[in-house]
């Protein structure tokens, strides 16, 4: 809460889930005024690449059947 909020800061991702990708492409870069060597440790330790092409997760979990327009 006492941290202050660099507007300019993010990361930009190359690459979507499943899409290949060859050695020395650039997969993501990182945006902002400050030092980011966290967040940079953090995406690596989230990504894997492999041989084998990954599916992409299912984004949809649940879906919500609307019964009646009433309200009830």
Partial sequence: ???RIDPAAGILLYRKVGEE????????K???SKE????EERLK?????GAEK?????LI???IELRGR???
Avoid: H, N, Y
């Avoid at 980011?36 to 967040?39: H, I, S, V």
């Avoid at 330790?45 to 690449?49: D, E, H, K, L, R």
């Avoid at 990954?54 to 299912?58: F, S």
């Fill in 30 to 32: 990182f945006c902002g």
């Fill in 36 to 39: 980011l060597e966290e967040g």
């Fill in 45 to 49: 330790g989230a990504v894997q690449i």
């Fill in 54 to 58: 990954a599916d992409p997760p299912c």
């Fill in 1 to 3: 809460m006492k941290d």
């Fill in 21 to 28: 990708i060859g050695r020395g492409e650039l997969l993501a």
């Fill in 61 to 63: 979990r649940k879906t």
């Fill in 70 to 72: 009433g309200g009830s």
